[in-house]
């Protein structure tokens, strides 16, 4: 398994009239966690986009634990359970600065080339960083 955890402020425009964070802004995160692990291996999207693939959100599940707040600091963790051939699944937890999860959920990347929009294999040079890192933890 590779596994990458950052730290999110919880801000003020993310959260509800309650000061509580509202259940959209989870996806968020999980992108800004993904979009950090990501410059962490050295490979950030820029790259991977200038080696003529992108990488859209082919489906995001997420449940809900626990209410983050207004004030709360975030820790939110990928874990990507093996190397990817065509899609990428990315486990995602989120967590408060008590340690308590306060949501968890999968999203899965898929790959396209870049000019003609069609599927393509996960980049050659992606699953070999991943291959290289996968045991990290």
Do not use: W
């Not at 599940?61 to 051939?85: E, N």
């Not at 600065?97 to 999203?107: K, N, P, S, T």
């Amino acid at each position: 398994m590779y596994y990458f955890e950052t730290n999110i402020p919880v801000r003020y425009y993310e959260t509800d009239q309650m000061a509580i964070v509202h259940h959209s802004n989870y996806i968020r995160y999980f992108e800004c966690a993904r979009t950090e692990m990501l410059i962490a291996l050295d490979y950030p999207i820029e790259a991977i986009e200038a080696d003529g693939v992108v990488m859209p959100v082919v489906s995001v599940t997420c449940k809900y634990k626990h209410s983050a707040k207004m004030g709360d600091v975030l820790r939110v963790a990928c874990m990507i359970d093996k190397v990817p051939l065509a899609k990428l699944p990315i486990r995602e937890e989120v967590y408060n600065q008590d340690g308590v999860l306060c949501a968890e959920g999968v999203v899965t990347i898929g790959f396209l080339d870049k000019v003609t929009g069609r599927p393509v294999a996960c980049p050659k040079k992606f699953t070999e960083i991943l291959s290289a890192r996968i045991n990290d933890r």
